[in-house]
Every structure is written in C-alpha cells, then in structure tokens.
C-alpha cells in the first residue's frame, strides 16, 4: 500500500465530485505557483488503452538518449509516489512535503478550489521544474480537452494511444466523440503521433491536426514491424532490419512500442538528440508494472491492469498466442460501473474457471454477485473470495503444475495482487 506521509492527508481529502470539467483551476494554480510548467517540454499523452505503457517506454528511450526525463502517470499500484517520476525515480516523502506546503497555502485562497487531480498535477509540475528535467513524459488522467494536464503549452510531441469507448459519461459515448476529446491535446506548433486506430477515429485524429496545420505520424506495428514474436519474456520483432527486444509482453505492446518510436522519431526531427542505440536500449529496458506481468512460473501467474472491454481482449489475445488450446483460471474483480459484460466475455472460451474478489474502491462489485452472475449467466464455476489476498491463496492452491492463472478486470486490485508475491 502506499507509504503515508504528510502531504497525503491534504492531497486525498480534496473531492473531485461536484467539480466542473475546466482547465480554469489549474492554471490559475499553476500561476500562483510561478507557472513552473513553462520551463518544462513535454511529450504528452492522452488514448484509451496503451497510454500507461507508452509512457513507460518513451521515457525509457529519452532516459536512454540522456535526458533527465520526468514520468507522470496515473493510477498509481502501490504508492502514491509512482506517479511522479525522474529517470525511474519516484519523488521521495521530503519532496512531496515540501512542495505541497508550498501549495497548499495557493490553493486554499481560490474562489474554485482545486480537485484532487488539479492538485496532483500542479505538484507533478512544479516536481519536475524542481528537479531541472529535460522533458516530461506526461500522461492525461482522463480524456484530453479537458483533463487537468493539458494546461501545458504546445508539447513537443502529442501521442495519441489505443482509443475505446471508456468513461462514456464524461468523454461521449462513440469512439469519435472520445477522440475529439483526446484529440484536444494537439496543439498548433506541436507534432502529433497516433497509434494504429479504428478508421473513424483516425479521421477525427488526421482532420484535427489539419485545422492546425501539425504534421502526423501514424504508427501502425503492422507496417513497421517484421518477424513478430510474442514470449513470456517480452516481444521480439524486426524495424528497420535490425532485430528488437521489448520487455513488455503482448502483441498490444508492439503497438504501444510503435508509437514510441514513432515519438522518438519526431523528437529527433525537432532537434532533440536520440540516437538509434538509444530506441533499441530503452525498449529493452522499459518496465511497466502490473501490465501482462508474470509474478511466478509454476503455476504461471499473470496480472493485468485491463479494465475495459478493449483491454479484456487483448489479455484475451495475448494468452490464446501464449497458451494455445489451454484453459486459464481467472481471478477478477470489476467495478459496478464498469462494462462488467464487456470484460467477461472476451475471455470466456478460455476460461476453466474464475475466482472473484470485491477491488478495493467504492465503486466495486461485490464478489458474490459477480460469481453468482458467471454461474447462473454463463455456467461457467465460480468462487467467491472473501478478500484478494485469499483469492490468490486459492487460485495457487487448487493449481496444478503447469496451470495458468490470470488476474485481470481492476487496476485496483493489481497492487494488492503483487504485494501477495512480494512486490512493491
């Protein structure tokens, strides 16, 4: 679990609820505070599905290429602190105290009150000036137009990740609305890079960045890459004639290495300095917690973060290419307000049965109504675990050697998953 320290209290009191969708708070914040994220350049991050892993990885090359470069991301898994990184370095308690006691007192003086996540990013901010970083890699929280992040002035490079139908409520309920929103972190003066996309978002996507005459990159795996291969060990493909290794497993992850590259490429053409042994290191090196991750061998145990209907199929997908012909015990815990159908049903054929737990938020389902949904629903056995530390002591104890087991649905309940194997 996250390690408490002072600022914690303060940042996690603050609600989000009620609060208008609006840039107005943050910036005004962030003037107040001197505007650090001027003296910061960004590449900037906003999709669906991916966004998290793209992150990693393009940070991973920038730190390659040696830049002192800042990660900002969300949600975190274990602590707090993952969200605001340097070179792979979180912000330390010290830190984190220092800067919010400068804030707070800002903050508190506003007519409209910042939200939890103005707060978070303006600390983000301010972290990264702090520390004298090169570039940031800055992830959206939600949508784009709008989220809190996007009061930056043109990135340097605007990425577009895997777009779904996600937070319908807030973002729209059609993958063209969601990518208008998304699209709202292009700005004129950036450059744009978009990962392979359903048609219609790619015309939202190619038509924006024509009103404000930003060139864009597509990067689709499929033409990039050649001799594709997934292992428990990451991807290996071929770009450019030259054989790659990415830590990251999954197909899906190819895509999210494409774009990185294609980040990379851009950079490189607006003068940065990022040398092809760089791109090649950095995809090697990157790590990204809780994401098609092994935490053991014999039974093989996997934990995922996907959360949507979209990231369902891809752990769908992924394990078919892993494990063909082979049946997965499950262990998964959604969110009532999630697409609970959305997230079963991709992985239902290759199910032998599924344990589930309640994810630690308020807006869980509880574990007994989803079993009793996959018995009576889909005559599928399931087991209600009280908590997820006794799921995952079930799972392992009914597993025979060479089994596979699979924890998806919340990324909520990763954390809680990999401290049970001794991660933190």
Known sequence: MAQQCEALAYIHNVSWKGKRPTLDRARELLHRMGDPQKRLKFVHIAGTNGKGSTAAITASILEA??????????????????????????????????????????????TDHPSEFDLVTCIGLEFFARRGCGIVVLEVGMGGRLDSTNV????????????????????GDTVEKIAAEKAGIIKAGSAAVLAAQQAPVTEVIRAHCDVLGVPLSVADPAVLFTDCRTTLDGERFCYGGED???????????????????????????????????????????????????LSWNPVFIVDGGHNPQG?????????????????????????????????????????????????????LPAEELARELREEHGIEAFACPSIQEGVRRTLADADPGDVICAYGSLYQVGEIRSCFGLD
């Open 312 to 364: 369902a199929r891809t752990v769908a997908e992924t394990l078919g290419t892993l494990f063909p012909g082979k049946k997965v015990s499950f262990l998964t815990g959604v969110l009532a307000d999630k697409d609970g159908r959305g997230i079963l049903v991709p992985v239902l054929p290759l199910a032998k049965r599924f344990y589930t737990v309640t994810p630690e938020s308020p807006r869980a």
């Open 244 to 294: 790659l290794t990415l830590s990251l497993v999954g197909a899906h992850q190819r895509q999210n290495a494409a774009a990185a590259i294609e980040t990379a490429l851009t950079l490189r053409k607006r003068g940065w300095r990022i040398p092809s042994e760089a791109i090649r290191t950095g995809l090697r090196n990157a790590r990204w917690a809780g994401r098609f991750e092994v």
């Open 152 to 171: 930056i002035d043109s990135p340097e490079a605007a990425v577009i990740t895997a777009i779904g139908l996600d937070h319908t409520e807030y973002l």
């Open 65 to 110: 290429a040696g830049l002192r470069t800042g990660l900002f991301t969300s949600p975190y898994l274990m602590r707090f602190h993952e969200r605001m990184r340097v070179n792979g370095e979180e912000i330390t308690d010290q830190e984190l105290n220092e800067i919010t006691a400068f804030v707070r007192p800002l903050a508190e003086t506003m």
